[in-house]
């Protein structure tokens, strides 16, 4: 049983930073891909990043490219989210994804994910 735990959220100020963790547990092999979604109160969950895992291609919004950056750390099976320049616009909550391989690469996909964290939320204020 995969489960994903993201940590890191807060309150920070327009123009701070922050950095998200999440933490994968009980995969046999690598991801196939993680990614990040965020929803605000009141929207759809919409794509935020994602990190094709053996390969480390990277793939961002618009809406957060340039601002936005992600690591990984094998060993540990662990993706960060570091968010800098923050703005309003970005407080939501934020969710870490994660699929096995299967031939099948849609990151920017929220239908494509198989396992999803609770959640962590990001607060930014003006």
């Known amino acids: 049983q995969v489960q994903l735990v993201e940590s890191g959220g807060g309150l920070a100020q327009a123009g701070g930073s922050l950095r998200l963790s999440c933490v994968a547990s009980?995969?046999?092999?690598?991801?196939?891909?993680m990614g990040w979604f965020r929803q605000a109160a009141g929207q759809e969950r919409e794509f935020v990043a994602a990190?094709?895992?053996?390969?480390?291609?990277?793939y961002f919004a618009d809406s957060v490219k340039g601002r936005f950056a992600l690591s990984k750390d094998n060993a540990k099976t662990t993706v960060y989210l570091q968010m800098n320049s923050l703005k309003p616009e970005d407080t939501a909550v934020y969710y870490c994804?994660?699929?096995?391989?299967?031939?099948?690469?849609?990151?920017?996909?929220?239908?494509?994910?198989?396992?999803w964290g609770q959640g962590t939320q990001v607060t930014v204020s003006s």
């Open positions: 009980g995969h046999t092999s690598s991801p196939y891909y």
């Open positions: 990190i094709h895992w053996s390969m480390g291609r990277q």
């Open positions: 994804g994660a699929k096995d391989y299967d031939g099948v690469f849609l990151p920017r996909d929220i239908r494509s994910y198989k396992y």
